[in-house]
């Protein structure tokens, strides 16, 4: 069965600490993964995608993501959290048919 | 800039009263699709067109109804919109292949 597990609902981070958001996958061929920004009252936004070659994944906004195939994982990071990106963090598994498999999502908030 | 975009950004409708909300795109993607979002929830589809070829998902319920008139445009109709309804609806493109999704900004649905 397809299906992606983000296991932190809330995660509170202090502004300039790192961060990683987790992300789990099931999947029986060579995955598509994404990791998607949601901020309050707007659309998603595309972080970063891996379909496959080298397993650490450069996004936009200072993101980055590493697979591990042996792990399942597909877990976001980033050195440095800036207050604007208190937002929800959505990791996607890209289905057989070009649809997505989200998880259920991670919210972030920052602290001054 | 080439994008999705979704109008209105925000449609109130009364109960049961039929409503249209309306998704164009400028990156000549021919797949579009319609997801469902409630609160602190990640994005439902409901359906997706591949070309002309409409695609429903299984649970997706008769009151929703979409339409594809060209490549640029797809609407979502709302036949007797219930107090469930309210949502945030957002639309998304694709293009050829095993490519992201690129979603607009919504349009949040309140039914009074």
């Known amino acids: 069965a397809q299906s992606v597990t983000q296991p932190d609902i809330h995660i509170t981070v202090s502004e300039g600490a790192s961060l990683e958001l987790r992300c789990n996958y099931s999947y029986g061929a060579t995955p598509y993964l994404f990791w998607y920004v949601q901020s309050p009252g707007q659309g998603l936004q595309l972080l970063l995608k891996?379909?496959?070659?080298?397993?650490l994944v450069q996004g936009i906004k200072g993101f980055e993501a590493e697979f591990k195939r042996s792990q399942s994982s597909f877990n976001l990071r980033k050195p440095s959290v800036h207050w604007s990106d208190a937002a929800e963090y959505f990791c996607?598994?890209?289905?057989?048919?070009?649809?997505?498999?989200f998880g259920k999502g991670t919210k972030l908030s920052v602290k001054p | 800039d080439a994008m999705v975009i979704q109008n209105p950004r925000y449609q109130v409708t009364q109960f049961g009263k039929p409503v249209t909300l309306s998704c164009s795109q400028t990156l000549n993607h021919n797949v579009m699709y319609w997801y469902q979002q409630k609160s602190s929830q990640a994005p439902k589809l409901l359906f997706h067109y591949y070309d002309k070829d409409f695609n429903n998902e299984a649970d997706t319920p008769d009151n929703f109804q979409s339409r594809r008139p060209n490549t640029s445009f797809c609407f979502l109709d709302i036949r007797s919109p219930g107090l469930g309804d309210a949502a945030m609806y957002l639309c998304a493109t694709r293009g050829q292949g095993r490519q992201p999704q690129h979603f607009g900004d919504g349009t949040r649905l309140s039914i009074l």
């Open positions: 996607a598994l890209g289905g057989s048919q070009g649809n997505l498999i």
């Open positions: 891996y379909f496959s070659g080298d397993t």
